[in-house]
């Protein structure tokens, strides 16, 4: 299993950037796949999720109606679309997947030594 993230970089408040995960070495139509971040002197936390069987995706209140998750089953491939960015979404953000947790509205709460799988972060920064 491998996951490999990538689309971080330098924006301003209030741009927008797409961060990708693509998955090898099994099927996103198996497994759902989360979004967690790390701010400078933080503990990593959930940011969104998607559900393999329906595609049902769920976000932490601080990025709702910002960040968009879906996927591209043809790629096998995540995405997390992230619009209005402010100065508190810079982190690292990781990809990461657990094959015994399905996702759901616990992604604010889940405690990242679940997962069992993560990919390599990708830093963004947001700063004028």
């Known amino acids: 299993v491998q996951l490999q993230a990538s689309g971080g970089g330098l924006v301003h408040p209030g741009g927008s950037l797409r961060l990708s995960c693509a998955a090898s070495?099994?099927?996103?139509?198996?497994?759902?796949m989360s979004w967690f971040r790390q701010a400078p002197g933080k503990e990593r936390e959930g940011v969104s999720c998607i559900r393999s069987s329906d595609g049902s995706t769920y976000y932490r209140d601080s990025v709702k109606g910002r960040f968009t998750i879906s996927r591209d089953r043809a790629k096998n491939t995540v995405y997390l679309q992230m619009d209005s960015l402010k100065p508190e979404d810079t982190a690292v953000y990781y990809c990461a997947t657990d094959f015994q947790w399905p996702c759901n509205e616990r992604i604010a709460t889940i405690k990242d030594y679940t997962m069992d799988y993560w990919g390599k972060g990708t830093l963004v920064t947001v700063s004028s």
């Open positions: 070495g099994f099927s996103l139509d198996s497994y759902g």
